[in-house]
């Protein structure tokens, strides 16, 4: 978060964002000033000047750079609404069009050339195109005459020419032209029911519009200055070719175009021809391309192709590609709706998205990688980002944490500011971000913290913690001597059991208690037994590794178990190595069971436990019901059986049998498993 303007859980609203002098300008209410023209520069958001003094709101839009100076459109007791300017020192009314307290309704500020255009009403006639040259107001005409409106819409220039669709009651809404000295009307569908004009884009020497002339529907114009003249790309009879989202790329305008054939898709006008780019939803249906953008070097824009919803494409000049399906499947991760939600710096692109996971966040993609910016509202929840604005290496937007309410934030991408720590402590521990844990125990997490060095940025530090006890056991073997952790040395044959205490190092100042199990010996039991497909070892509590006699006693990947079940027949032995003491085995021949019933995946799918046991002991097979249980001794002898299972857990009983080395043979279907079972 970049600002937390009105503390609290409401949020300063910050709207109408605007780059300045190297500043973010935009309107925010910080509770006793009302909403107001605030600006956020070099990590710090202030308030530049209460306009409409008090807690009443100024209600700051339509922030516009024209001559060197921010203008807008504000509120006060004193003027109304009007057209305000900021020099970059202090606010002034720069017109006051409806004099007095009267509100003039400014809007649609459209710089063009050397003069600011804009629709004003000065309570005499309506609202009405007007300029301002920097010094004074003036209307262009009162198309509507008298005190009804002619409610412009937009403004476009073509050459010295400013175009815009107005209403007059004999016309309707059409194109009107204003030269610099006199507005005319080009009545495209004459009488009065009008043309509509709408996306009117300057490209090359033409306008391009979209109108209807009452008989060929609404489809794509063009003026060179002179004429218009109607394209009609969608042939059939009235029918409608609804161009829409007009997008100057590469001296191109691209939009949206409908065809009964295509359905809506992609197309662009060169100034002379118009032609669609792909059909990227083939046949009739419509991929409804929407969020046109333009980068340096490639046009983004979404589109639903019928397989993966609305989704983030590409056309580099060539092709149009899918970026990626963020949200799996049909589902779509964006709305078809504004193209605010989208924002380029160079050739990447910002956009508001949900992948069915993070809620609507801001996410980015550079040509290469789909990037979250932030899950601001970790999980699916959704932080309502909006307003999105490129400046200088940083996007800024509007969103809700739910904590601090709509706020101002900013992803700066100068800086990767994550980081992992791992933490090992014996007491209290107190995470960066500040939260306090108490309890043994592991524990990963991210902190979130606003960055000192980098204004704007958050910095992730995700945190490995190991909350752990100075106290310590240890089972020791050891061959022929040992030196304990304090130093204390031991060299006779036999077990001890005793406790050492050192300087901790993971809690400094505490001192850890180590209790020591050591059993000392100078040979390992390398007895070893084969049958029914398993190969074991007797020593207990070493480290394995299983042997091809066959094969000049190369080791076989991945047996380091106790006992091993080969896949082929043939001689086997095991190095055993018990402290510092390691030996081989005699080699044994074993006579494999696979492909009769055993193989390793069923051995890895049998769960037997606990083991050793004492009591109790569960076995469990989520392959098939198990059918028998059989237990043997370690010379193969039968102790006891269970027939009849039939299901995929059992549970029997151990303390009858005296302590040592068993093994439980399951069988399920067709199947026979080997386990090995320790009874102490």
């Known amino acids: 978060?970049?600002?937390?303007?009105?503390?609290?859980?409401?949020?300063?609203?910050?709207?109408?964002?605007?780059?300045?002098?190297?500043?973010?300008?935009?309107?925010?209410?910080?509770?006793?000033?009302?909403?107001?023209?605030?600006?956020?520069?070099?990590?710090?958001?202030?308030?530049?000047?209460?306009?409409?003094?008090?807690?009443?709101?100024?209600?700051?839009?339509?922030?516009?750079?024209?001559?060197?100076?921010?203008?807008?459109?504000?509120?006060?007791?004193?003027?109304?609404?009007?057209?305000?300017?900021?020099?970059?020192?202090?606010?002034?009314?720069?017109?006051?069009?409806?004099?007095?307290?009267?509100?003039?309704?400014?809007?649609?500020?459209?710089?063009?050339?050397?003069?600011?255009?804009?629709?004003?009403?000065?309570?005499?006639?309506?609202?009405?195109?007007?300029?301002?040259?920097?010094?004074?107001?003036?209307?262009?005409?009162?198309?509507?005459?008298?005190?009804?409106?002619?409610?412009?819409?937009?403004?476009?220039?073509?050459?010295?020419?400013?175009?815009?669709?107005?209403?007059?009651?004999?016309?309707?809404?059409?194109?009107?032209?204003?030269?610099?000295?006199?507005?005319?009307?080009?009545?495209?569908?004459?009488?009065?029911?009008?043309?509509?004009?709408?996306?009117?884009?300057?490209?090359?020497?033409?306008?391009?519009?979209?109108?209807?002339?009452?008989?060929?529907?609404?489809?794509?114009?063009?003026?060179?200055?002179?004429?218009?003249?109607?394209?009609?790309?969608?042939?059939?009879?009235?029918?409608?070719?609804?161009?829409?989202?007009?997008?100057?790329?590469?001296?191109?305008?691209?939009?949206?175009?409908?065809?009964?054939?295509?359905?809506?898709?992609?197309?662009?006008?060169?100034?002379?021809?118009?032609?669609?780019?792909?059909?990227?939803?083939?046949?009739?249906?419509?991929?409804?391309?929407?969020?046109?953008?333009?980068?340096?070097?490639?046009?983004?824009?979404?589109?639903?192709?019928?397989?993966?919803?609305?989704?983030?494409?590409?056309?580099?000049?060539?092709?149009?590609?899918?970026?990626?399906?963020?949200?799996?499947?049909?589902?779509?991760?964006?709305?078809?709706?504004?193209?605010?939600?989208?924002?380029?710096?160079?050739?990447?692109?910002?956009?508001?998205?949900?992948?069915?996971?993070?809620?609507?966040?801001?996410?980015?993609?550079?040509?290469?990688?789909?990037?979250?910016?932030?899950?601001?509202i970790v999980g699916s929840g959704t932080s309502y980002a909006s307003g999105l604005l490129a400046h200088g290496n940083s996007i800024f937007f509007t969103a809700d944490n739910t904590v601090n309410g709509f706020e101002l934030w900013e992803w700066n991408l100068d800086n990767v500011l994550e980081d992992t720590i791992t933490v090992v402590t014996c007491g209290d521990y107190t995470s960066p971000g500040g939260t306090l844990y108490t309890a043994q125990g592991t524990y990963n997490f991210t902190d979130v913290l606003s960055s000192t060095n980098c204004p704007g940025c958050d910095s992730l530090v995700t945190v490995d913690l190991t909350i752990t006890t100075p106290d310590t056991s240890m089972t020791v073997y050891a061959c022929n001597e040992y030196y304990s952790p304090a130093g204390d040395y031991y060299s006779t044959l036999g077990n001890f059991v005793f406790t050492d205490t050192i300087a901790s190092i993971a809690c400094p100042g505490v001192d850890s208690i180590i209790n020591i199990d050591l059993t000392i010996t100078d040979n390992l039991d390398l007895t070893i037994y084969a049958f029914s497909g398993v190969i074991f070892v007797n020593q207990n509590g070493a480290i394995y590794q299983w042997l091809d006699c066959d094969n000049g006693y190369a080791p076989i990947a991945g047996a380091t178990n106790q006992d091993f079940v080969p896949t082929v027949d043939g001689n086997y032995a095991c190095y055993v190595t018990l402290g510092n003491c390691s030996d081989t085995t005699v080699c044994k021949y074993v006579e494999s069971t696979f492909g009769v019933g055993i193989n390793e995946n069923d051995i890895n799918e049998i769960e037997l436990y606990p083991n050793p046991a004492t009591d109790l002991v569960t076995i469990t097979f989520d392959q098939e019901p198990m059918n028998t249980i059989r237990i043997l001794n370690m010379n193969g002898q039968l102790i006891s059986a269970f027939e009849g299972i039939e299901n995929n857990s059992f549970e029997f009983e151990v303390n009858q049998f005296d302590k040592g080395v068993y093994f439980i043979e399951v069988g399920a279907g067709d199947r026979k498993i080997m386990r090995r079972l320790v009874i102490q």
């Open 1 to 376: 978060m970049a600002s937390d303007i009105y503390p609290g859980s409401f949020g300063g609203l910050p709207v109408a964002m605007a780059e300045y002098n190297g500043a973010i300008y935009f309107r925010a209410s910080g509770n006793a000033s009302g909403a107001e023209l605030w600006k956020y520069e070099n990590g710090v958001s202030s308030m530049v000047e209460d306009i409409n003094p008090g807690s009443a709101s100024s209600l700051v839009n339509h922030l516009t750079v024209f001559n060197g100076d921010l203008y807008f459109t504000a509120t006060t007791a004193t003027y109304g609404l009007e057209l305000y300017k900021y020099d970059g020192v202090s606010v002034s009314l720069a017109a006051d069009i409806n004099p007095g307290p009267g509100f003039s309704y400014v809007t649609e500020l459209t710089v063009i050339g050397s003069e600011l255009f804009f629709i004003a009403n000065d309570g005499t006639n309506g609202m009405e195109p007007w300029k301002f040259d920097g010094v004074s107001a003036t209307m262009l005409a009162d198309v509507n005459p008298g005190i009804d409106s002619s409610n412009p819409s937009h403004f476009a220039s073509l050459g010295t020419d400013v175009f815009f669709p107005a209403f007059h009651p004999t016309y309707g809404v059409e194109l009107w032209k204003y030269d610099g000295v006199s507005v005319t009307v080009e009545d495209l569908n004459p009488g009065a029911f009008g043309s509509d004009i709408g996306e009117m884009t300057p490209v090359g020497s033409k306008l391009c519009f979209r109108a209807t002339n009452g008989t060929q529907g609404y489809e794509l114009w063009e003026h060179d200055g002179t004429t218009a003249t109607c394209l009609d790309l969608n042939t059939t009879g009235s029918g409608d070719f609804t161009p829409w989202e007009f997008t100057l790329f590469n001296g191109e305008v691209y939009f949206r175009g409908f065809m009964a054939s295509t359905g809506y898709e992609l197309w662009k006008y060169d100034g002379t021809t118009a032609t669609m780019i792909q059909d990227i939803l083939p046949g009739s249906g419509n991929a409804h391309p929407n969020h046109l953008i333009a980068a340096n070097s490639v046009l983004y824009f979404a589109a639903n192709d019928g397989a993966t919803g609305n989704e983030l494409w590409m056309y580099d000049g060539v092709t149009a590609s899918l970026v990626g399906d963020l949200y799996p499947g049909s589902d779509e991760s964006m709305p078809i709706s504004v193209t605010e939600e989208f924002e380029v710096m160079g050739d990447t692109v910002f956009f508001i998205a949900d992948d069915g996971t993070t809620g609507d966040e801001i996410w980015m993609y550079d040509g290469n990688t789909i990037q979250l910016g932030r899950d601001i």
